[in-house]
């Protein structure tokens, strides 16, 4: 044992200064001044995976559901428990509300009640088009023009001063949140203006690093972990089409929600198992982790989705079970909305019994068992 000891403290020494790898090191974000708080939810992230355990998360989880608005959680009705993770989107910052009509600071509220019971949070953004103040969806062509020297370029660094305002609240005895940020997501498809044919390769990546770069080295915002979501994909070569670089990014990830839809074949379903695979397997070579950041069934139409489709795939060899969360969309609240748009079964719904059978498989990860984890 003390040899051992010995051994691994001489090569921890000698790896000091030296461009290799050492793999005994727990893997870091990139970011050389990140927080203590940030380097350690990374490698709390990192043994869920290590695990092959993956965190349950769920988007807006506690400020509306299917049949209620204000500080409630669908997951925790119907199973007992909070998510482990949540999501939130910084759409339309500026206003009072957000893109889906939650109010700023009553997202700062829950990510701080959330931070305290032992959760997670990470941040996307649907940004509006600059150029036309619209929305993420009005695909004219902008981001060119937001970059250094663009027409843009002084709007883009408002919304970032904005970003940096808003996660810079978000601190508890003096100690900031340690967060997960999504930017600039579901790139390879074309219904976003940052995304595929509206946007060049080259542009792409330069959004991208330079949004990390603006908050890490001007901003000096420490708490950030960076998340790099495509949508669906088949190759390697596809996913890294538009990769930033590894200093830009510390998690791979990927939204599909096309594998579940109910006119998907068997073959499209089997997609998930290889995008799991090959983001495991990049975030290995990379010493990065990998999580699969947005899925789901709209409406949840299958009463058997979540333990006959959904865990099946995250749990199908040990490449896919390295995911570290999941994350599902929101429960939009059918009053309001007029639609069936949920994805997490509410209280009542026929799921709900599916939902807690998938919750209660021990690679499963809801709040309090992700406390648990980081306890033992
Ligand atoms: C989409 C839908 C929209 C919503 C947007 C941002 O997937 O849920 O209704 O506005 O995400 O949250």
């Not at 199973?79 to 009072?96: A, C, K, Q, R």
């Not at 498809?189 to 908050?215: C, M, P």
């Not at 089997?270 to 990049?282: D, F, G, P």
């Amino acid at each position: 044992m003390k040899k051992i000891l010995l051994i691994s403290f001489l090569y921890g020494f000698f790896s000091i200064g030296t461009n290799a790898t050492n793999t005994n090191e727990d893997p870091k974000p990139n970011d050389k001044k990140a927080t203590k708080a940030t380097i350690a939810l990374y490698q709390q992230l990192n043994s869920v995976s290590q695990n092959g355990q993956t965190i349950f998360g769920h988007q807006d989880d506690l400020a509306y559901g299917y049949h209620w608005w204000g500080n409630n959680s669908d997951v925790k009705q119907v199973t007992g428990d909070y998510p482990g993770l949540y999501g939130w989107d910084m759409g339309e910052i500026g206003n009072e509300k957000n893109l889906d009509d939650v109010l700023f600071e009553d997202i700062k509220k829950y990510i701080k009640e959330a931070y305290a019971r032992g959760g997670v949070t990470t941040l996307s953004w649907h940004m509006i088009n600059l150029k036309e103040q619209s929305s993420s969806w009005d695909t004219t062509r902008v981001v060119h023009e937001m970059l250094k020297g663009g027409k843009y370029h002084k709007d883009f660094i408002k919304k970032l001063d904005l970003f940096a305002d808003f996660v810079n609240d978000l601190e508890v005895n003096g100690e900031k949140i340690p967060l997960l940020f999504r930017p600039w997501h579901e790139h390879n498809g074309s219904w976003f203006w940052w995304g595929g044919k509206n946007v060049s390769i080259e542009d792409y990546k330069s959004l991208w690093q330079f949004t990390v770069e603006y908050l890490r080295d001007k901003k000096k915002i420490h708490h950030l972990i960076y998340v790099y979501s495509t949508d669906a994909f088949q190759t390697q070569e596809e996913y890294l089409e538009r990769y930033p670089g590894d200093e830009y990014v510390d998690v791979l990830g990927f939204d599909d929600y096309g594998a579940f839809r109910s006119y998907a074949d068997e073959a499209r379903e089997q997609w998930i198992i290889n995008e799991l695979e090959i983001v495991a397997k990049l975030a290995d070579e990379k010493r990065k982790i990998c999580a699969f950041t947005e899925s789901g069934l709209e409406a949840v139409t299958d009463d058997t989705f979540f333990t006959q489709k959904l865990l099946p795939k995250l749990n199908h060899n040990k490449w896919t079970k390295k995911a570290a969360y999941v994350m599902l969309w929101r429960n939009a609240n059918y009053q309001k909305e007029q639609r069936d748009h949920f994805y997490v079964p509410y209280k009542g719904h026929s799921s709900a019994k599916d939902f807690i059978q998938f919750t209660e498989d021990p690679s499963i990860l809801l709040e309090s068992d992700f406390m648990k984890m980081k306890e033992n």
